[in-house]
């Protein structure tokens, strides 16, 4: 352990060596990287560190305390987790920016100061398009475009932001803002987008599921985690974040129903379980806070294996059409079961890690007598288990057998995917060790009666409801193979509902964009005529005209001077 | 032992001009290019290294001065060095000697052998005459070495290969005799008055002359005069010819000091020899300067969006940079000025750098049209690699020189409560976004001409100066002692001053 130095910059700096390695040694280089920086988190003290200045503004480049120590170090175990999955692939740009990406987040996290905030946060933006680049392809390559845009627009939403409020506060300091003025209103905008806000969101579920196999693992365990912690030390308790927070736990369940991508599916639920935790921070009470980084916590690790299922059989079959897959269990019972750990711990089944930490936060709603709000969460649990739970598993590895026969996951794949789903059910099962790295004392127990027999009858009526949805099995099997039969009325519904909305939208937009270009070609033609090369405003001018001006300035000096 | 290092010490002032001065006719007696560049570079880089000294001498304020030949002032010539004088030296030598030493490369496709020694000759006048206007206490001087600079100058550019180049210099010639001959009228007016031509002694014996119709006037003359060498807006137009057509990297070194230098001339003499209350309270000088620095800003990014040509284009934003320095300077107060002294430097050195980088690629493509530097990204990697870090910086993004300066520009219309220029600053930033990133869309991701597919990456004598530029650009976008810390202390200097 060396003090003060930054585990953000183990990873960054080693990250950039990574392609210097040849081949057996660089998988064993990307490996340790994240543990040798690992353990230099887990044994550094609590404090400030690595206190710098520019511009004459005071940066506290290393803050360690209770909170930032979580999500430090579960971002560390998620890029072990991650290098891991991807070892078996010879392309050096999949650790190296893998590796810059997770630095960047950890950096994000540790930074005291809102500068040193902005450079980790538009690091990380610019390090993971190189995950969704990897792919190579056009679709990739474009999604990877519209995701770079919007994450550097959230970067420089941040700096305005963080400018007004340096302005109007005179701390840079990174800690509780409000929403009083511009500037806090703007770096809240700038977390909202990384966080997949409501109407925000659109970012996520369109390149997450153009990255890489691997890629996508790394992605989903990063970016809007970060934005989790942010909202959380900046704007832990502020109401609004409840109801949008329990608006991302619901509305996301509609498209996911009706999505066949499965790995897009899976970004949904992303949204979906993101909800959660921001309504937590929105309460802001200790044991909701307490509540957001279990939950935070659980996710990146239930997310990334049900992420990293998906790109096992992505790799395999080379898709991840639901409406292509199925009976895949027979050639892939290993991540068959990894798949099915992590579907249960999404949808908070006792013993696995999702039950310990949601229900924490179900609690904390629930504390804070905000019914609608708990109901809305008890809704969107279901939804949870509906489509994460049930479709995932059931349309990749069961339902009616595809006739794909291919190789189980490979040797590294498989690691990773075992280690993730240990520690779901170690969590689930021993809570305590969780528990006790979170930034406020628990006095908590998720195994009561109560809590118990709640959410297995949530369960319960999830699963008859699916069982009776088994029974109309009399369908044609191509409607099952895209689609779950008990969400026909949110399908018909939402599709029915959104109709009209999405036409008159189209249409708007349309003559929006037909207006757009008119006054595009109508303004280049002045630009033309005015600034365009040879134009007046920009043409060379003759001696005389210019003695001429010069003249007409003189006498205009002159006469305003001696008049 | 110290005794002949600190008599040296003492002449500094003196050997700092001396030394281009006395290697220009040096030069000029060897018809060899090979060995007048060497010449020219070793006096030049000399002259870095004394630029250096004096500011060692003067860094944290106070003031050196020098009586040439032993003549006290005010009948002698005064030569007075301070932080501000000190900095524009450094700007001068240090960038004007990275250009020498990329030059030889440069001209050597253009030129042959035995002219090259004169046009170092021409270089080394050009770059002695703009550190005698800038160190020196004479307003006299000032003019003398102005007219020393501009003849230089119309030599320098007439020289560009493309017949143009010849009307561009020529047109410059008129204006810059122009624009001298007024700032010779407005001296004339004030020895008229006082009779006297050192600047301190000046602004002792102005103030009992402010209601006076003769001081009007030459303040008039004045103002005219250097706006015509500074190329403010509306009088700016011999300066997008004279950069496009002037060869090579000479343009490179006249972006960064020629109007870098007339600005600091109108600084001078703005606080120092008329003094603050006359020209903005009297005169109401603000009231000119506000309204046109912005229309400059505005109408001259615009215009840089639509060329076709890089030259032109990096032109036209050089206009509307020096747009930025006027606001600078009449927003009147801390920031402002510290803005205004910080890009002067920070603008010449990336311009230096990116007129150095097109350079190099003209250096291979003979031709410097947007449509011949596609795809250039690809074939000169190192090149456009520093150009692109050099554009980043003049867009003024965080951690690079020209956020530094835009941010203090910036807070100095936010102290005055003027929003709206804040919010027209925030514009032209992105006007400066759409013309930098237009040249590095060509420059990347458009496919190279099939003529230009083979070419190679640039020499290194010009690739090393132009990454020390772009590494300039990223150090100073940090550390901002040298350039804002001081462009600061000069600033409250002169406000106080007033």
């Not at chain 1, 500068?115 to 999604?143: H, M, N």
């Not at chain 2, 106070?62 to 005064?78: D, Q």
């Not at chain 2, 002695?128 to 100058?153: K, Q």
């Not at chain 2, 624009?179 to 004339?188: D, V």
Request: overall charge neutral; aromatic content about 12%; charged content about 10%.
């Amino acid at each position: 352990m060396i003090e003060g130095l930054n585990p953000a910059l183990i990873l960054i700096i080693g990250a950039l060596l990574v392609p210097l390695f040849p081949q057996p040694w660089r998988r064993v280089y990307v490996i340790a990287l994240p543990l040798v920086s690992m353990l230099q988190l887990v044994l550094h003290p609590y404090g400030s560190f690595a206190e710098a200045s520019i511009y004459n503004v005071p940066l506290e480049t290393f803050r360690l305390d209770n909170l930032s120590f979580i999500f430090g170090l579960i971002f560390h175990i998620a890029a072990v987790l991650g290098v891991i999955y991807a070892i078996h692939d010879d392309d050096p740009i999949h650790p190296t920016a893998g590796l810059i990406y997770a630095g960047a987040a950890i950096g994000a996290a540790f930074a005291g100061d809102l500068i040193t905030l902005f450079v980790y946060w538009e690091l990380t933006a610019i390090s993971s398009v190189f995950l969704i680049w990897a792919r190579r392809t056009e679709s990739a390559f474009k999604a990877g475009m519209r995701y770079l845009v919007i994450q550097i627009g959230s970067g420089v939403i941040l700096l305005a932001g963080v400018v007004l409020h340096y302005r109007e506060t005179g701390f840079i300091s990174f800690n509780e803002m409000n929403l009083e003025s511009i500037g806090g209103k703007l770096i809240f905008l700038a977390f909202g987008i990384k966080c997949a806000f409501p109407f925000l969101h659109n970012w996520l579920q369109d390149s997450y599921p153009e990255a890489t196999a691997s890629g996508t693992v790394l992605l989903s365990a990063f970016t809007t985690k970060l934005a989790v912690y942010a909202l959380a030390r900046g704007y832990a308790g502020t109401d609004m974040l409840i109801w949008i927070g329990a608006l991302m736990t619901a509305f996301p369940i509609f498209f996911a129903v009706i999505e066949n991508d499965l790995r897009r599916v899976l970004a949904y639920s992303l949204n979906n379980q993101l909800g959660f935790m921001v309504v937590a921070v929105g309460i802001g009470t200790p044991l909701a806070l307490n509540g957001a980084a279990a939950h935070a916590f659980c996710h990146i690790l239930y997310k990334a294996l049900l992420f990293m299922s998906m790109g096992a059989v992505l790799l395999r079959t080379g898709t991840c059409k639901g409406s292509e897959l199925g009976g895949l269990y027979k050639s892939m019972p290993f991540t068959t079961v990894c798949c099915i750990i992590g579907a249960a711990s999404i949808s908070a089944f006792p013993l696995f890690s999702g039950f310990v930490s949601k229900s924490m936060i179900v609690s904390a709603v629930a504390g804070e007598h905000l019914t609608f709000v708990w109901l809305m969460l008890i809704f969107a649990s279901a939804g949870v288990f509906h489509h994460s739970g049930i479709k995932i598993p059931y349309f990749a590895f069961f339902a009616h057998d595809s006739g794909i026969r291919c190789e189980e996951a490979p040797l590294s794949m498989r690691v990773a995917m075992g280690i993730s789903a240990a520690l779901c059910i170690g969590i689930g099962v021993f809570p305590g060790v969780l528990y006790s790295i979170l930034p406020y004392p628990v006095d908590y127990v998720p195994y009561t009666a109560a809590h118990v027999i709640t959410q297995l009858q949530l369960l319960m009526y999830s699963a008859l409801a699916f069982t009776v949805m088994m029974l109309w099995k009399i369908y044609p099997p191509e409607l099952r193979s895209t689609n779950l039969d008990t969400d026909w009325f949110y399908r018909k519904g939402a599709t029915a509902a959104l109709l009209p909305v999405t036409a008159l939208a189209g249409q708007t937009t349309d003559s929006l964009f037909t207006a757009l270009a008119k006054l595009k070609d109508r303004t280049l033609g002045l630009f033309d005529k005015t600034v365009g090369p040879g134009a007046w405003l920009s043409r060379s001018v003759d001696s005389s005209g210019m003695v001429a001006l010069t003249m007409g300035s003189l006498l205009v000096f002159l006469l305003l001077y001696l008049l | 032992m110290s005794q002949i290092p600190s008599q040296l010490v003492e002449q500094l002032p003196a050997i700092q001009l001396l030394l281009t001065l006395l290697a220009a006719p040096i030069c000029s007696m060897f018809r060899n290019g090979d060995l007048s560049w060497r010449i020219a570079t070793v006096a030049s880089w000399a002259s870095v290294a004394c630029a250096f000294a004096l500011l060692h001498q003067v860094w944290g304020g106070g003031s050196i001065s020098y009586e040439m030949g032993g003549w006290p002032p005010p009948w002698g010539i005064e030569v007075v060095i301070d932080e501000l004088t000190a900095i524009v030296l450094l700007l001068v030598t240090l960038f004007g000697a990275l250009v020498m030493t990329a030059l030889r490369e440069s001209l050597s496709s253009i030129m042959r052998h035995q002219r090259q020694s004169l046009y170092y000759t021409t270089f080394l006048l050009c770059m002695a005459s703009l550190i005698g206007i800038t160190i020196t206490g004479d307003a006299f001087n000032v003019f003398v070495f102005l007219e020393i600079s501009s003849l230089a100058t119309y030599t320098l550019i007439a020289r560009g290969r493309d017949r143009r180049a010849l009307t561009a210099a020529f047109r410059y010639l008129i204006m810059g005799t122009i624009g001298a001959t007024f700032i010779l009228i407005a001296i004339g007016f004030m020895y008229m008055l006082t009779g006297t031509l050192n600047m301190a002694d000046l602004s002792e014996r102005l103030p009992e002359h402010y209601d006076n119709k003769v001081l009007h006037a030459s303040f008039a003359f004045f103002t005219i005069g250097i706006a015509l060498k500074v190329a403010m807006f509306p009088l700016h137009y011999w300066l997008p010819n004279a950069y496009t057509y002037s060869p090579k990297a000479t343009t490179a070194f006249l972006a960064a000091t020629a109007t870098k230098v007339s600005l600091y001339v109108m600084i001078r003499f703005i606080f120092d020899v008329y003094g603050v209350e006359f020209a903005f309270g009297q005169m109401q000088l603000g009231t000119l300067l506000v309204p046109l620095s912005i229309a400059g800003i505005l109408v001259a990014s615009l215009t840089a969006v639509f060329q076709d040509d890089a030259k032109r284009l990096l032109a036209w934003s050089s206009v509307a940079q020096l747009g930025y320095m006027a606001l600078g300077i009449a927003l009147l107060n801390a920031n402002g000025l510290t803005s205004a002294v910080t890009h002067m430097f920070n603008h010449a050195m990336m311009k230096a750098g990116l007129f150095l980088a097109l350079a190099t690629m003209i250096y291979r493509t003979q031709s410097s049209s947007l449509a011949s530097l596609s795809g250039i990204g690809r074939t000169m990697p190192w090149t456009t690699g520093a150009f692109a870090i050099l554009g980043i910086g003049l867009i003024g993004v965080p951690f690079t020189a020209g956020f530094i300066s835009k941010w203090y520009l910036v807070s100095g219309a936010l102290d005055k409560d003027w929003l709206p220029v804040a919010v027209l600053l925030i514009i032209s930033s992105l006007m400066a976004i759409a013309y930098i990133g237009k040249m590095l869309d060509v420059m990347y991701f458009k496919p190279a001409p099939s003529e230009f597919a083979e070419i190679k990456e640039g020499p290194k004598s010009m690739l090393i100066p132009c990454w020390i530029f772009a590494l300039l650009t990223l150090y100073f976008g940090i550390d901002t002692r040298l350039t804002a810390g001081l462009a600061g202390r000069v600033a409250s200097n002169l406000l106080g001053a007033s």
